[in-house]
């Protein structure tokens, strides 16, 4: 079945450490790939986006994602992490191997908390 | 340029009763989708809007129905609520047909009692 994974449920940071938040995805082809992050109680924040081109793409925040076909993963990293990107991240499928439209699938989620 | 609105933010209702939610896309948008996220389901796809038409849904029971005005604004309406109906739901835009990036509300909160 096509699906979005995100394995890390949880995941635990010391603030200044390196971040990287995987996601894999099981469609024939190469989807349109999204991350967005989420705080309590709000809405998604896009983070970043793959549509095709360059591999890896830079988003906001400081942070980056690197589009591997061969292992159908787009892994979110970010080099030093700050105590306000505590959050729950979003990786997420769309395009027409979705369904069409605009519609998304959304992984499971993984809920960064980092510490001081 | 002004973001996502969705209204109200938060909101009880009784088992049996039905519910709107309303969700006004950036301007210039013309899709607007809709999600549910709870936190035993996730973020899960309800349907699509586009230039007033339907072109897309979840799967989701008949309760839940939705519209979308020739402003691009958008209705989102659940009927006989059930419990298992509290969540936040979540509307996001989008300036094309398809493929283009989403852009999200801050949700409305339903809790059904």
């Known amino acids: 079945a096509q699906s979005v994974t995100q394995p890390d449920i949880h995941i635990t940071v010391s603030e200044g450490a390196s971040l990287e938040l995987r996601c894999n995805y099981s469609?024939?082809?190469?989807?349109?790939l999204f991350w967005y992050v989420q705080s309590p109680g709000q809405g998604l924040q896009l983070l970043l986006k793959?549509?095709?081109?360059?591999?890896l793409v830079q988003g906001i925040k400081g942070f980056e994602a690197e589009f591997k076909r061969s292992q159908s993963s787009f892994n979110l990293r970010k080099p030093s992490v700050h105590w306000s990107d505590a959050a729950e991240y979003f990786c997420?499928?769309?395009?027409?191997?979705?369904?069409?439209?605009?519609?998304?699938?959304f992984g499971t989620g993984t809920q960064l908390k980092v510490e001081l | 340029k002004a973001g996502v609105t969705q209204t109200p933010r938060y909101l009880i209702k009784t088992r049996g009763q039905q519910v709107t939610l309303s969700c006004s896309p950036i301007?210039?948008?013309?899709?607007v989708s809709w999600y549910q996220q709870t936190p035993g389901q996730g973020l899960q796809f309800l349907f699509e809007?586009?230039?007033?038409?339907?072109?897309n849904k979840g799967n989701f029971p008949g309760r839940f129905s939705g519209r979308q005005f020739s402003n691009s604004r958008s209705e989102m309406n659940v009927s006989t609520l059930e419990l298992g109906d509290s969540a936040l739901y979540l509307c996001?835009?989008?300036?094309?047909?398809?493929?283009?990036?989403?852009?999200f509300g801050q949700g409305t909160r339903l809790t059904v009692v």
């Open positions: 996001a835009s989008s300036s094309q047909g398809t493929n283009t990036e989403a852009f």
């Open positions: 469609y024939g082809a190469t989807p349109y």
């Open positions: 793959y549509f095709s081109g360059d591999t």
């Open positions: 997420a499928v769309g395009g027409s191997l979705t369904g069409g439209g605009n519609k998304l699938t």
């Open positions: 301007s210039g948008h013309r899709s």
């Open positions: 809007y586009f230039s007033e038409t339907q072109r």
